[in-house]
Every structure is written in C-alpha cells, then in structure tokens.
C-alpha cells in the first residue's frame, strides 16, 4: 500500500463535499474559513497548484468581508484601519 502525505484534489473535494453533507449543504462559516485557510496554507506551501485551489473554493460558501483569509494571504491594505 502507498501511502501519500500529499492530499490530492479528489480525497479534498471528497472531504470538503462530506462536510457539506452533514451540513446539508449550508456549510457554516467558521467551517468555511478553516477550509480556505486550509486550501491557501496548501496552495501557498505549493502541496496544490492555483487551479486546484479555486477549484475547491468554490466548493465553499461565501466569506463575509473583509475575508481574513484574503488579508493574511495579501496582506491589510490602508483602506482596510
């Protein structure tokens, strides 16, 4: 058996969609946050490519803004004190 320590795109959809079944498909937001965080810390670590990335986010419900996942990403804009 091979072990892989690199989720690919099928096993994370898979586990972001079962969270979604159990939610009925209304995802909370702290759950939807912890995936983002999770797919940009992935994306950032290069584990999974930009393409991947949206892909699976866009299986997530929407942030209310200001996203903190986008402003630890990017950084705070002067707009954003």
Same mark, same amino acid.
């Given at each position: ?24 498909? @209304?995802?909370?937001?702290?759950? %939807? ?7 940009? *810390? =992935? ?14 986010? @866009?299986?997530?419900?929407?942030? %209310? ?7 630890? *990403? =990017? ?7």
């Amino acid at each position: 058996m091979k072990f892989e320590l690199r989720p690919q795109e099928t096993e994370l959809r898979d586990r972001i969609q079962e969270d979604l079944d159990h939610f009925h498909g @209304d995802l909370p937001e702290r759950y %939807a946050l912890a995936w983002a965080g999770y797919l940009s *810390a =992935l994306s950032e670590w290069g584990v999974i490519d930009i393409y991947t990335f949206s892909r699976l986010y @866009d299986m997530l419900p929407p942030i %209310a803004e200001p996203n903190p996942i986008v402003t630890i *990403a =990017l950084g705070r804009t002067d707009e954003e004190e």
